[in-house]
């Protein structure tokens, strides 16, 4: 598949997990990617890796909380690259514990990561998108983003608040050409999912119909339609990728 010959697409969080899949599977549609991580020498082996197995890839270092980082960063990669014709917000982090217990500083780097850093992202690249007169916007939410989650309430709020900003992304540049959607992975086998005990990992496998974690490729192929002109007259939804496990 090749659908996206050409396209520039830029994936936050792409040095391992789900962002690194997407990344791949981007590149294997034919796009150039830039993937960013916290930091240049994580960004650019992640980048050099994805590039050796095929397509052309670009690692820097972005911290997406930080608002002006952001800003300079895109537009630094603007001038060199041209406009980005997709942005992936899949950049994320938990700081579990129950409210009771939560302190403000974790509330407060997960919400400046989450959902800050998806805004200050999608405003960077809006103008170059609007100047194409298209873009595809697709942020990464989190199936608990609905349901609600013991011991996540910053998580949650971030990844709900992430969902409103998606339909309002979506209203606000429809016109334009540039859609935004979300997807929103139930619970998948990367490194966020392995710190969980194995036996809170059991329990939780047992509520999915279809058995199993899943995969970051599962992830990955939503979200490739989503970048693709079959997705052209989508916008403003939220996709579920949860085995079932939300229906
Ligand atoms: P991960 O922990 O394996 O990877 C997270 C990525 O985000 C890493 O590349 C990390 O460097 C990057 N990152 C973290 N903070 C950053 C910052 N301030 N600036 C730039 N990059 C930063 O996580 P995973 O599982 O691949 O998650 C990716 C996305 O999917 C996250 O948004 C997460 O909330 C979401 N998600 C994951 C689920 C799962 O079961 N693993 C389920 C639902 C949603």
Known sequence: MNGLNGKLALVTGGTRGIGNAIARALLDAGARVVVTGRDAAGAEKAAATLAEAGGECRGVALDVSDFNQVQEVIKGLEKDLGAFDVLVNNAGITRDDVVMRMKEEDWDAVLNTNLKGSFACAKAVIRG??????????????????????????????????????????????????????????????????AMEPAARDQLTGQIPMERFGQPEDVAGVVVFLASDAAAYVTGQVIHVNGGMLM
């Open 129 to 194: 998108m609007m100047k194409k007169r298209g873009g595809r916007i697709i942020n990464v939410t989190s199936i608990v983003g609905t349901m609600g989650n013991i011991g996540q309430a910053n998580y949650v709020a971030a990844k709900a608040g992430t969902e409103g900003l998606t339909r309002t992304l979506a209203r606000e540049y429809a016109s334009r050409g540039i859609t935004c959607n979300a997807v929103a992975p139930g619970f998948i086998d990367t490194d966020m999912t392995r």
